[in-house]
Nanobody, 121 residues
Framework: VQLQASGGGLVQAGGSLRLACVASGSILQIADMGWYRQAPGKQRNLVARISRGGSMYYEDSVRGRFTISRDNAKKTIYLQMNGLKPEDTAVYYC????????????????WGRGTQVTVSS
């Protein structure tokens, strides 16, 4: 099982980016999925999370600017980031706490490799 994140880049303050994270492998079902970010010298923190049914959570600093969504059929989540600020600069990681495989096994704590987002002032 792999999570592959894409869509990062360099953008000016006020700009937008859309991240995508695709899950691949012999997957039956994924429950919650989320986006985390880690700035240099700082902890990795949760940015947004979405349940299989579409319930969403946002960290306070991104609420109203970022939108998380998912396409269950494509095993993909997205993070639309608008109104980007320099303090949003970080490596963004997608995460799934648990993934049910077709073998009925469960993979836990699955992380993608991360995609760099840099916001210039």
């Amino acid at each position: 099982v792999q999570l592959q994140a894409s869509g990062g880049g360099l953008v000016q303050a006020g700009g937008s980016l859309r991240l995508a994270c695709v899950a691949s492998g012999s997957i039956l079902q994924i429950a919650d999925m989320g986006w985390y970010r880690q700035a240099p010298g700082k902890q990795r923190n949760l940015v947004a999370r979405i349940s299989r049914g579409g319930s969403m959570y946002y960290e306070d600093s991104v609420r109203g600017r970022f939108t998380i969504s998912r396409d269950n059929a494509k095993k993909t989540i997205y993070l639309q980031m608008n109104g980007l600020k320099p303090e949003d600069t970080a490596v963004y990681y997608c995460h799934a706490p648990s993934i049910m495989l077709r073998s009925s096994e469960i993979e836990t704590d699955v992380w993608g490799r991360g995609t760099q987002v840099t916001v210039s002032s």
